[in-house]
């Protein structure tokens, strides 16, 4: 069985040892040949300079980088100033996304939604960036039912988006089902699953609480029950998306994008085990 491109995502370092750190990070994860390494923009534009720096960095290493743009709490000419910067540096690949509302900001900025960037960044740089989106597998927590959240996703991808990543899921089906149901609406781009290796369940529960991703019932009463014994939660979790990114691959994914929380082991684990050297 052929196995698909992998990529990476990370979020800028906030200290000196945190970039220390990420770049040894960076180093181990880089021997698997990634197709690119992301970098996260924080909600409204809060980390834009770390993003740049840590963009800049990974590109100088050598490495195919793709910063992150957010439509929360930016404007055209901001936008603008970094998509020429980003081109000046000789990055190709853009993570577009709509991004959320910071606690006590009034105003999402001049762009509402994702489709809206696309389009920006396509007018401002016609084709010089491949552009990335993001996809819901069980559909964004905001949208008003499945069948708006299919055609936003439509919309993003008719603006200008070359691919997508999905926000991380713990059930192909759910992966599978979505493909076929973009198909269905004439949208061919690939689509890639987003992984979110399993390293402690109470990080794992606030971020699916937040963002809208579910835990099956009987993998939070299992990781519920190993308490705190972390070392047989994340067992447990190399063991789940080890065996979810084997369905992935065997389904045909063309490629898997893990969301590593700027960490190395569980990701190498569970591609070591899948067959990456």
Not at 109 to 131: D, K, P
Not at 178 to 207: C, N, W
Not at 255 to 276: D, V, W
Request: charged share 20%.
């Amino acid at each position: 069985m052929q196995l698909p491109p992998i990529s990476f995502e990370f979020f800028p370092p906030q200290t000196p040892e945190g970039a220390e750190k990420l770049t040894a990070v960076r180093q181990r994860l880089a021997t698997l040949k990634p197709e690119f390494f992301s970098c996260t923009f924080g909600a409204g534009g809060s980390t834009q300079d770390r993003t740049l720096e840590t963009i800049r960095l990974m590109h100088a290493e050598g490495h195919q980088a793709a910063p992150h743009l957010s439509c929360v709490g930016s404007t055209r000419d901001n936008i603008r100033s970094l998509l020429f910067t980003y081109k000046d540096m000789g990055i190709k690949r853009i993570v577009a996304l709509r991004g959320d509302l910071p606690s006590g900001m009034a105003s999402i900025g001049e762009f509402q939604y994702a489709n809206e960037l696309v389009s920006f960044i396509r007018a401002q740089t016609g084709e010089h960036f491949h552009i990335e989106v993001a996809a819901y597998p069980e559909f964004h927590p905001q949208a008003n039912s499945a069948r708006e959240d299919m055609l936003n996703f439509k919309r993003k991808i008719h603006a200008g988006a070359n691919s997508a990543i999905t926000q991380y899921f713990y059930n192909a089906d759910a992966y599978f089902r979505y493909v076929d149901e973009t198909h269905k609406l004439g949208v061919t781009a690939p689509i890639v699953p987003g992984i979110m290796p399993i390293m402690r369940y109470s990080q794992l529960a606030r971020f699916s609480d937040m963002c809208g991703a579910e835990i099956p019932r009987w993998m939070r009463k299992t990781m519920e029950g190993y308490g705190d014994d972390v070392e047989s939660v994340q067992a447990f979790g190399l063991d789940i998306v080890t065996k979810l990114c084997e369905k992935l691959i065997a389904g045909g994914a063309p490629s898997l994008h893990f969301y590593t929380l700027n960490q190395s082991k569980a990701s190498l684990e569970i591609l070591n085990r899948l067959g990456y050297r």
